[in-house]
């Protein structure tokens, strides 16, 4: 079974790169277009991303609770490149929170900066925290969801957590409710660099929202608890059935 995880793992890679280097090609007109160009070639390319790891891999997805609409404020956990996928692909026209330093990778930069993201020099203290929350306030104003992962990296499943300040500075900015996410996906985007695919279900889980207007220790903690016991909740069900595969 492990052999043929690999296998599989193996064509979604060859799918991967296919693709992206494709599209990437067939982007380059949509820089000189309208924003909503790159956008839908960015929605195209996580779609094909999804088809291809169900096809291959055989890792499919499960979204449960309602998906926010409109210029929502989203905080989800983060656990492998799955879901920045995923979330692309369910929220509307999102805009993610990221470090400015993506933006100078070639390709890939010129496109995240045309689509229109929210980029954050992470030395850059007060002066940087007052351009973030302007650009999320326009992104919202133009009915963008605003993606954000709190703890700023990917963590393994039942890793520490470790939740930024920045999620608590646009909560009590922008003065949205805040919309967080559990999932498990790192059980199944695992191996040396993300490479191995096993075979399941992701399962994507949208949290009651947190009102506006609560206290900063306030709301850490309630973003908190509700992301890692509902995460600690969709780990020990993803393993369950990683286990009846033999694949754990």
Same mark, same amino acid.
């Given at each position: 079974?492990?052999?043929?995880?690999?296998? #599989?793992?193996?064509?979604?890679?060859?799918?991967?790169?296919?693709?992206?280097?494709?599209?990437?090609? @067939?982007?380059?007109?949509?820089?000189?277009?309208?924003?909503?160009?790159?956008?839908?070639?960015?929605?195209?390319? *996580?779609?094909?991303?999804?088809?291809?790891?169900?096809?291959?891999?055989? %890792?499919?997805?499960?979204?449960?609770?309602? $998906?926010? #609409?409109? =210029?929502?404020?989203?905080?989800?956990?983060?656990?492998? /490149?799955?879901? !920045?996928?995923?979330?692309?692909?369910?929220?509307?026209?999102?805009? *993610?929170? %990221?470090?400015?330093? %993506?933006?100078?990778?070639?390709?890939? =930069?010129?496109?995240?900066?045309?689509? &229109?993201?929210?980029?954050?020099? #992470?030395?850059?203290?007060?002066?940087?925290?007052?351009? /973030?929350?302007?650009?999320?306030?326009?992104?919202?104003?133009?009915?963008?969801?605003?993606?954000?992962?709190?703890?700023?990296? #990917?963590? +393994?499943?039942?890793?520490?957590?470790?939740? +930024?300040?920045?999620?608590? =500075?646009?909560?009590?900015?922008?003065? @949205?409710?805040?919309?967080?996410?559990?999932?498990?996906? &790192?059980?199944?985007?695992? &191996?040396?660099?993300?490479?191995?695919?096993?075979?399941? !279900?992701?399962?994507?889980?949208? @949290?009651?929202? $947190?009102?506006?207007?609560?206290?900063?220790?306030?709301?850490?903690?309630?973003?908190?608890?509700?992301?890692?016991?509902?995460?600690?909740? %969709?780990?020990?069900? &993803?393993?369950?059935?990683?286990? *009846?595969? =033999?694949?754990?």
């Amino acid at each position: 079974m492990k052999t043929l995880t690999a296998l #599989r793992s193996a064509l979604f890679f060859a799918w991967f790169v296919s693709v992206s280097v494709v599209l990437h090609i @067939l982007a380059l007109p949509t820089l000189l277009m309208p924003a909503c160009a790159i956008q839908a070639t960015a929605r195209l390319w *996580a779609r094909a991303l999804l088809f291809g790891l169900k096809i291959f891999a055989g %890792l499919g997805y499960e979204v449960r609770g309602p $998906i926010p #609409r409109n =210029g929502a404020f989203v905080a989800s956990k983060h656990m492998s /490149m799955w879901d !920045t996928l995923a979330l692309y692909v369910l929220l509307d026209k999102p805009t *993610a929170v %990221l470090k400015r330093e %993506l933006l100078s990778i070639p390709f890939y =930069g010129w496109y995240l900066k045309k689509a &229109g993201v929210i980029a954050i020099d #992470r030395a850059g203290h007060a002066s940087a925290m007052r351009k /973030m929350v302007a650009d999320a306030r326009a992104m919202a104003a133009a009915g963008r969801a605003i993606l954000i992962f709190p703890e700023g990296t #990917r963590k +393994k499943p039942g890793a520490a957590p470790d939740y +930024k300040p920045g999620v608590a =500075g646009l909560y009590s900015q922008l003065g @949205l409710a805040c919309h967080p996410v559990a999932l498990n996906s &790192g059980l199944y985007w695992t &191996g040396p660099g993300g490479f191995l695919k096993k075979p399941g !279900t992701v399962v994507v889980e949208f @949290l009651p929202p $947190i009102p506006p207007g609560l206290k900063r220790a306030e709301f850490m903690t309630a973003l908190e608890s509700g992301i890692e016991n509902a995460t600690a909740r %969709l780990v020990v069900e &993803g393993r369950a059935n990683l286990t *009846a595969l =033999g694949l754990t």
